[in-house]
């Protein structure tokens, strides 16, 4: 199996973007959360200065912290590079894409959870185990609800790898899809949730009672917390290029064509700054849900996924 | 001579388990001799009869005839792809118990080493001629066996009530099985006196029997492999057997009812009809829900994975009714890729399941406890059942890179190719029946968690945990074994899936062998890449890179300094081990959610209470919905039954005069 | 543009179910007349779509009689007399959210199987959408059975009518101006008399939770 040198150069390209400019975009999402609610901003550069100071500090770790513990940043920011690697931002033609497709990044995504999960419940603590068990419950409806999101995609594409639904959607005639809206709506609300955004989980709460995502890395500190913060962007960014791969594929350089992504990285960051807003304003508005109401929110994504997919059948788009 | 060889070799390693069984008998309370000589040669002899079984796999079918049995009834037995894929999963699951049991087999619980030595070669060697058989008479003798002898190994530890209760329900509804399985037999004979399978498989039955047949199939079958609503038996036969026997009880018995239900439904029956695929897919699918469900809310750690076979189980007739559905309709390629998915879950769950039995056995023995409120913190004194059991706990989620991932996406992709169906109703189905399966695969990586941060991570719960020793060596290679065999299913599916080729060709006349073989051995492409591809070992490959590449950047580009300190308390400096999730804890958000499918009682505190007392009771409809009236009803029959018996000496006389009387009248016409 | 256009009728219909889903779940009283003002508006636009496509100008008046109706008049009157009833949120539904999700999916699998084989009877150019409709329709009942406040209700009961106001231009390329017209009134007389009733339950129990209507029965 030999590999094309553009597209082990887009391979490259992809990461890189990927890693260089996730916590960019949380940068930029966080400013405008405070635009929005009338402070004064952090700088743009913000996320990248408080990787620099963790990784400069003395790890410190539970004394009953065992090995799963100290592995699992490493595994995480792994599997999050994965998924970077896999959704086609930048182009279609990545090597790597043939390796995991749709379901395959699901599951990656339900690995790094369970890794998670499994490490706060390793020091033993109250915070940990809340943080772990309100995390798996989040999972295990936003994880059916985000496949069969990305399912209303590939029966319209006939294909579950990422790369053939952008190709396909993107180079396609331009149509309108009725359960793409279904699959749209349901998937903002998975994302939402997966990136414990308002109104599923406030990322900038300090108190413990209501710490979803950051319950799961209390006990963590230096570079395993700079690794599982930079993760956490890596997710975000991954989700939003899903989303832009199934509803905006409009740019993304094809096989064969390194030039193109000279559009397409600039293409890249607009799509981006735009979905960074409306994700900023969407938190703006919302009100954080009560725990238990959260089931029921992601309950409506999943059925609406479903809808979507009964009404391909219905309609045949 | 090479075709007669591979089954008489095969035959041969059965009655040597047999007889290593016998040997046992001699010594029954030599328990070194035991366990360290015959029970490794089990293993070995296991090994054995799984190698034989996948060369078995790719060779042209073999049969023959054994004088023993009854005169004019002998029996026959018979090795085809499909009997050989079982037999290949008997065999590498038994290996790994086999060689555990070596270091698990302990003086002075319950019945003597060496009877319950013979029990379980006995049982072994009843599942294999099970596959084997070729002939009704044979195959309900070899299920006769499998069950009883399965039944002396639950109550090993007779003296305790609640395993006698639970071994002798367990016999009931074995028993209720084999009634169904032999009637089913019957019907499929259709009158001509001949039970050989072969003959079965020629009579062209009207499509009235043959539903008859398939529903007798399905009950009897179904009771066996723990199907709604007759599963009563399984979360309390599991739990009382010893580890060994409940991991070859769970990983290896059950899938010979898949055995058994394949079999009739594909091979013996000539004609599916399409409710019967509907049927499956419907009982399947609530039993995946309910299993799951009950998963999450267990305290008993091995009721826990009892349960989860519960819903695998559920999960593969999914699968087996799908497999049928598009058979129906003529749809081979798709019928082959469902049931490719589907024996693809009855091996990875042979696996992953036996491991994770093994390894809670392995708990118990260290700690002494069941209950999961009791554990806890176990990976520091046990690491090597703790690291192997992670690897059991990460393929029964259904995660990437391992075993359990690679038949959900079979599955899954199964659902996304049939939007052609001829009804528009199984049209609207096949996507809502999609989306449960998506449902109970992330609800039981919800219990696996649950299940190894509650024994394995956390603080210990008790103190005297801190004295649990980590496994023997032979319980290590047990482990080591299971562990291996599902990393290697996970990363290496092609060849698996090669040698279902060979199964789903006999069952339905397509393989999914030749499409997955053009595209290498490195991706998985059913159909073709373009439409969808997964290859575990890049995969795998890359994590594994990143992840070291990371490990090692930050410590070239930073530092890698640790210090340990006591763990964050907020402030409130008295935390003891039991301020973390209990099990319940951790199961409640979803007992909330799904209230509706338990019979729940609680017994909640008032602010009043001196000593105030919390008390959950979570149990099963389906026992007082089903199993109490007609136990209700039974008993009224016997009751009414039971006056015929008047005691008294001159009313028995009277009653043998009677039938004189009448016999003389009918004679007299 | 027309191929767009034809494609934009389906995007309307599953918006329309959307809508009528999200409102199952909404327990602000206040989301729900804003979710139904989108309703209004996404039918009208639909309306005008089909008008468009068809070239039947009678859609034309429908739909502005539509938009006077349902976006600007009707959503008035329920933001007044919300605000006069005091009413902001819906007490516990009489189902769970989730079970009436499930049924909720069931309704729309079985209003999806019953609308294909009617609607390749049809000759409209929205046909395909008939199912969409009639889920909508079923989903809004399903609202109005499974709610404890009176609001929601009449709110459920207009949803319906906007539901069957689709159905009708998916099935027919819209109704007789005169039955739309009977029709329409016939709604603001419910919502006009309904309104008042509203008044009547808070003045006697002081609260517009409808079990207390239950109290009304002989015993």
């Known amino acids: ?317 | 001579m090479d075709r007669m060889l591979n089954l008489d070799t095969i035959l041969t390693v059965i009655t040597i388990w047999v007889g290593i069984g016998v040997i046992a008998l001699v010594a029954p309370r030599r328990t070194r001799f035991i366990a360290h000589a015959l029970f490794p040669a089990s293993a070995l002899l296991s090994l054995a009869l799984g190698a034989l079984a996948i060369h078995g796999l790719f060779a042209p079918p073999q049969a023959t005839i054994l004088g023993l049995g009854l005169p004019g009834l002998p029996f026959h037995w018979r090795i085809d792809s499909l009997s050989a894929f079982f037999l290949a999963v008997i065999g590498v699951a038994s290996a790994g118990t086999s060689i555990f049991s070596a270091g698990y087999l302990r003086k002075g619980e319950g019945t003597a080493p060496g009877l319950q030595c013979l029990q379980y070669h006995v049982f072994l060697a009843a599942m294999a001629l099970v596959v084997l058989a070729d002939d009704a008479y044979s195959f309900m003798v070899a299920w006769e066996t499998m069950a009883l002898s399965s039944y002396f190994l639950v109550m090993a530890n007779a003296r305790v009530a609640s395993i006698r209760s639970a071994g002798y329900l367990y016999l009931l509804l074995a028993h209720i099985g084999a009634i169904a399985v032999l009637l089913c037999f019957g019907v499929l004979q259709a009158s001509t006196g001949d039970f050989t399978f072969a003959n079965l498989r020629a009579q062209q039955l009207p499509p009235f029997w043959a539903s008859i047949a398939f529903l007798l199939a399905v009950i009897g079958f179904g009771a066996k492999a723990g199907i709604v609503p007759l599963h009563v038996w399984l979360p309390e036969a599991h739990p009382a057997a010893p580890s060994p026997v409940s991991a070859l009880m769970s990983g290896v018995m059950l899938k010979t009812a898949v055995y058994g239900l394949l079999r009739v439904a594909f091979d013996l029956l000539h004609i599916q009809i399409a409710w019967w695929g509907a049927l499956l897919l419907g009982l399947g699918l609530l039993t995946a829900m309910f299993g799951v469900v009950f998963t999450t809310v267990q305290t008993d750690m091995k009721r826990l994975l009892a349960f989860s076979s519960i819903e695998n189980l559920g999960l593969v007739f999914v699968g087996t009714g799908l497999a049928l559905m598009f058979r129906t309709y003529g749809m081979q390629a798709l019928s082959a890729l469902a049931l490719t998915a589907t024996l693809f879950h009855v091996a990875a769950h042979a696996l992953f399941k036996t491991l994770l039995f093994l390894a809670t056995g392995s708990v118990l023995h260290a700690t002494g406890e069941r209950n999961l409120g009791k554990l806890g913190g176990l990976i520091r004194t046990m690491p090597w059942v703790a690291w192997l059991g992670l690897i059991g706990a990460l393929a029964a989620s259904g995660l990437p890179p391992l075993a359990g991932f690679v038949s959900e996406w079979l599955l899954l992709q199964t659902f996304l190719f049939t939007t052609h169906l001829p009804t528009s109703f199984l049209n609207m189905l096949v996507p809502v029946v999609a989306a449960a399966v998506a449902l109970v695969a992330a609800l039981s990586a919800y219990a696996m968690v649950k299940f190894f941060g509650v024994i394995f991570l956390g603080q210990p719960r008790e103190e005297k945990l801190r004295h649990s020793r980590d496994a023997s060596r032979c319980e290590r290679i047990g482990l080591a074994w299971l562990a291996a065999g599902c990393v290697m299913l996970g990363l290496f599916p092609i060849h698996a899936i090669d040698g279902i080729d060979r199964v789903t060709r006999l069952l339905v006349g397509f393989g999914l062998g030749p499409t997955v073989h053009a595209n290498g051995w490195l991706l998985l492409a059913p159909t073709s890449i373009q439409r969808a591809s997964y290859s575990p070992v890049i995969f795998l490959l890359v994590l594994a890179a990143s992840t070291a590449f990371t490990a090692i950047a930050a410590r070239i580009v930073y530092h890698g300094r640790l210090r340990r300190v006591p763990a964050w308390d907020c402030g409130y400096p008295f935390q003891t081990a039991r301020m973390q999730d209990t099990s319940e804890g951790f199961g409640q958000p979803i007992r909330q959610i799904f209230e509706s499918f338990f019979r729940m009682h609680r017994d909640l505190p008032s602010p009043f209470d001196a000593r105030p007392r919390y008390r959950v009771v979570v149990e099963d409809h389906f026992w007082y919905w089903i199993y109490q009236p007609v136990q209700a009803l039974v008993e009224r029959v016997a009751r009414l039954a039971g006056r015929v018996q008047q005691g008294r000496i001159s009313i028995y006389l009277l009653y043998s005069f009677l039938t004189l009387l009448m016999m003389l009248l009918l004679m007299g016409r | 543009m027309i191929a767009l256009l034809t494609q934009a009728i389906n995007l309307f219909a599953a918006i329309l179910l959307i809508l009528a889903f999200a409102m199952i779940t909404q327990r602000r009283i206040l989301n729900l007349v804003h979710l139904f003002t989108a309703q209004g508006l996404t039918l009208v636009a639909a309306t005008l779509d089909v008008g468009y496509l068809t070239a039947q100008h009678s859609l034309y008046v429908s739909a502005a009689f539509a938009f006077a109706l349902k976006v600007v008049v009707l959503p008035t009157l329920l933001h007044r007399l919300t605000d006069r009833l005091q009413v902001r949120f819906d007490v516990e539904p009489l189902l769970n959210t989730p079970v009436t999700m499930l049924i909720g999916i069931l309704l729309v699998a079985f209003a999806f199987d019953l609308a294909s084989p009617i609607a390749a009877l049809s000759a409209s150019i929205a046909r395909a959408t008939l199912g969409i409709a009639l889920a909508s329709v079923l989903l809004s009942f399903l609202m109005m059975i499974t709610r404890a406040k009176a609001v929601p209700q009449v709110i459920g009961f207009l949803s319906m009518e906007n539901s069957l106001f689709f159905a009708a231009t998916a099935a027919t390329n819209g109704m007789p101006m005169l039955v739309e017209l009977g029709i329409a009134l016939d709604a603001l007389m419910a919502f006009l008399i309904g309104g008042v009733f509203m008044f009547q339950i808070r003045e006697q129990f002081d609260s517009l939770d409808i079990r207390h209507l239950e109290r009304l029965r002989e015993e």
């Open chain 1, 1 to 317: 199996m030999l590999v094309s040198p553009y597209a082990f150069l887009a391979q490259v390209v992809q990461f890189l973007v990927a890693l260089a400019a996730a916590p960019l975009l949380t940068g930029w999402i966080n400013q405008w959360r405070a635009w929005l609610q009338n402070k004064t901003a952090p700088s743009l550069l913000q996320p990248y200065y408080v990787l620099h100071k963790l990784f400069q500090k003395e790890a410190v770790a539970a004394e009953n912290a065992s090995p799963l513990f100290r592995a699992t940043p490493y595994v995480v920011f792994g599997c999050m590079a994965l998924a970077c690697g896999i959704v086609p931002a930048v182009s279609t033609d990545l090597p790597l894409a043939p390796a995991a497709d749709a379901i395959a990044l699901v599951g990656l995504f339900a690995l790094a959870r369970v890794f998670i999960s499994l490490a706060a419940m390793d020091v033993g603590t109250a915070f940990g185990t809340l943080g772990a068990r309100r995390e798996m419950l989040i999972g295990f409806l936003a994880e059916p609800a985000l496949l069969m999101a990305l399912f209303c995609a590939s029966l319209i594409t006939s294909s579950t790898s990422l790369s053939a639904i952008v190709n396909k959607m993107a180079h396609s005639q331009f149509q309108l899809y009725p359960s793409m809206a279904f699959a749209g709506v349901a998937f903002t609300i998975v994302s939402l949730a997966e990136n414990a955004r308002v109104p599923v989980d406030n990322p900038a709460t300090h108190l413990e009672l209501t710490m979803v995502h950051e319950a799961l890395v209390l006990e963590y500190s230096a570079r395993h917390l700079a690794l599982l913060e930079w993760a956490a962007s890596l997710k975000l960014f991954a989700y939003s290029c899903i989303g832009l791969a199934l509803f905006f594929p409009y740019g993304v350089a094809q096989a064969d064509a390194p030039l193109a992504m000279l559009i397409s990285l600039p293409a890249l960051g607009l799509k981006l700054a735009v979905g960074g807003f409306a994700l900023a304003l969407i938190e703006t508005v919302s009100a954080k849900l009560r725990i238990f109401r959260v089931p029921e929110f992601l309950a409506v994504a999943f059925v609406l996924a479903v809808i979507g997919l009964l009404v391909h059948g219905l309609l045949g788009a």
